[in-house]
């Protein structure tokens, strides 16, 4: 079992950057792949980033490329995003999930925490 607790949300403006992180429970985070998703309302839960268990490889979604980064501390059970460039359209609430499987979409990951709110203004 692996519970993910999420923080750094809040209210930033166009062009603002934040730092979510991610704080994970349990002894065998360093086994599991990490990824962020969000879900604005009215729309679908989208893919943000992934990173594999060891922190050497990592995937992004097109609309954060280059603008966002992930990245974990095993030794601290920890995964961030940080937001950079943040623009209205990023206005979701942010999700920290684990999964034994590696991928891009949500049925990947096996653990999810309760989720950040993000908003952009313009």
């Known amino acids: 079992q692996v519970q993910l607790v999420e923080s750094g949300g809040g209210l930033v403006q166009a062009g603002g950057s934040l730092r979510l992180s991610c704080a994970a429970s349990?002894?065998?985070?360093?086994?599991?792949?990490m990824g962020w998703f969000r879900q604005a309302p009215g729309k679908e839960r989208e893919f943000i980033a992934t990173?594999?268990?060891?922190?050497?490889?990592?995937v992004y979604a097109d609309s954060v490329k280059g603008r966002f980064a992930i990245s974990r501390d095993n030794t601290k059970n920890t995964v961030h995003l940080q937001m950079n460039s943040l623009k209205p359209e990023d206005t979701a609430v942010y999700y920290c999930?684990?999964?034994?499987?590696?991928?891009?979409?949500?049925?990947?990951?096996?653990?999810w925490g309760q989720g950040t709110q993000v908003t952009v203004s313009s």
């Open positions: 990173i594999n268990w060891n922190g050497g490889s990592s």
């Open positions: 349990g002894r065998t985070f360093s086994s599991y792949h």
């Open positions: 999930a684990a999964g034994e499987s590696w991928g891009t979409r949500g049925e990947f990951y096996d653990y």
